[in-house]
């Protein structure tokens, strides 16, 4: 052909986000493209045409298209896609078929050719690590998270794999609010949903800041371990990920902590972000369960672990926020008093706790 039409695109790859101008069509050749619409998102596969009524009515797409896996396809544009039609007409009638089809429904995403009807049995493994009676969460992480993220290539330290991680543009964020136990909450992003990398191989789940720092003991652990239980299956994150996945790469991480004996304070900090997940969520029986795992470890980490005394009012301050989650006014008191008293310290851990200290009084 005059104009090559066939391209590849890497995994986690933006075809394109709503707002932006339509400039080509897209028919699915191999591999998964996830289409979505505020919280809605379809996967779509070999066969799908994407951004074909945008394009044809010179408008703007109104759904974002990202590579879930790495993918091939026909990019069509105005260069080229008179000589596609003369040479694969069969592609033509397809595109008419799907335009014909998405008429009545200009202004939503429709999908008449290629979609993946997926359960829960053919979702990615580890659903057997979560609680019995565990929610199924199939929302998917918002597409504009992706401008908000980059690809790293990445080495599990248990079996060598290689493998395609995601990592935060930190500098990119916006803090919309501080919250009394120490979360950050941005303004369209959340960071808790990439906070563990997930090996597809072995199923090696660690936070992404602390997977370049991992003890050799902890290696050697998950090597034998690894050895002597085979992996029978694989975990890949979606390129949006859904929040089954999200939770799922949590409990993951919660067996690879055991494998590894990872400390208190890593347990602790794990547990305290799952809370956050299922607080969001409005899961308040998980939330709770996750908040006495969390509350428990940080304290194990207060009798085992020095710190500085900044370090110990932090300690302190998140233990009260936990307290008070789990209906403890008195402990949450005493955890608090413990940090606005301490000799030495920072001044605004000080007065942070404090002042929870007065809201405890203002509420009784």
């Known amino acids: 052909m005059a104009a090559n039409p066939l391209q590849a695109f890497d995994r986690g790859k933006v075809l394109f986000a709503p707002g932006e101008q339509a400039s080509a069509v897209y028919l699915i050749l191999d591999g ?32 974002a298209a990202v590579c879930a896996t790495d993918v091939k396809a026909m ?47 053919s979702a990615p493994s580890g659903d057997d690590l979560l609680p019995e009676g565990h929610p199924v969460f199939t929302d998917r992480v918002p597409a ?52 563990v990398w997930v090996c597809p191989n072995c199923l090696f789940a660690y936070p992404e800041r602390q997977y370049g720092r991992i003890p050799q003991s902890a290696i050697r652990r998950g090597q034998a371990y690894l050895e002597e239980n085979p992996p029978r299956s694989s975990f890949v ?19 690879t902590f055991e494998i590894v004996r990872a400390t208190p304070e890593q347990w602790a900090n794990l547990w305290l972000r799952l809370m956050w997940i299922y ?33 110990d009012q932090q300690l302190y301050i998140i233990m009260g926020e936990l307290d008070l989650r789990l209906g403890k006014g008195g402990e949450a008191f005493r955890n608090f008093h413990g940090a606005a008293t301490m000799t030495g310290g920072d001044p605004r851990y000080k007065r942070m706790a404090s002042d929870r200290i007065q809201d405890l009084r203002d509420r009784r």
């Open 75 to 121: 990019e069509m544009t105005k260069a080229n896609i008179k000589d596609v039609f003369e040479k694969q007409p069969l592609i033509a009638c397809s595109l008419l078929r799907e335009l014909a089809m998405a008429v009545p429904k200009a202004g939503e995403m429709y999908f008449e050719q290629g979609v993946e009807r997926l359960d829960r049995e």
């Open 237 to 255: 994150f979606d390129g949006q990920r859904t929040l089954d996945q999200v939770i799922t790469s949590y409990y993951l991480a919660l067996q």
């Open 144 to 195: 504009s998270h992706n401008e908000l993220l980059f690809a790293t290539d990445v080495t599990c330290p248990i079996c060598q794999t290689q493998f395609s991680a995601m990592r935060t543009r930190i500098s990119r964020l916006q803090a919309a609010e501080h919250r009394p136990d120490f979360r950050a909450v941005y303004r369209n992003f959340e960071p808790n949903f990439y906070y």
């Open 32 to 63: 998964t493209v996830i289409a979505s619409q505020d919280e809605k998102g379809v996967s779509l596969g070999p066969g799908a045409i994407l951004g074909d009524v945008a394009f044809f009515q010179e408008q703007e797409h109104f759904y």
């Open 279 to 311: 607080e969001d969520l409005g899961e308040k029986a998980l939330m709770i369960k996750a908040a006495e795992e969390a509350s428990k470890h940080f304290a194990e980490s207060m009798s085992t672990t020095s710190r500085s005394a900044a370090g």
